[in-house]
């Protein structure tokens, strides 16, 4: 049983900053990639930053320059440092973890006023 656990989503105002963290805890000792999905209202998931346990990473291109993913893989935590957001990036986020499956968090409520 693997369980993560998101934190830091709030309410913000555009041009502001948020940091989440995820912490993934249970069976798996370490994971293949660990990355941010979202997901905003009438939309399909989509994702927006991954990185594996080599250290390399993918962003959305909408993201790019904006959001910071790392990892902290002795902790098998993942942090998602967002700068200059946009009311675009209202979503729900949900962190995942990849071993033989992918595993998700709850969710974590992320809101950017104008």
């Known amino acids: 049983q693997v369980h993560l656990v998101e934190s830091g989503g709030g309410l913000v105002q555009a041009g502001g900053s948020l940091r989440l963290s995820c912490a993934a805890s249970g069976s798996i000792f370490a994971f293949n990639a660990m990355g941010w999905y979202r997901q905003a209202p009438g939309k399909l998931r989509e994702e927006v930053a991954i990185v594996t346990d080599t250290g390399d990473t993918n962003y959305k291109a909408s993201v790019k320059g904006r959001f910071t993913i790392s990892r902290d893989s002795a902790r098998n935590t993942v942090y998602l440092q967002m700068n200059s957001l946009k009311p675009e990036d209202t979503a729900v986020y949900y962190c995942?973890?990849?071993?033989?499956?992918?595993?998700w968090g709850q969710g974590t409520q992320v809101t950017v006023s104008s």
């Open positions: 995942t973890a990849t071993a033989n499956l992918r595993y």
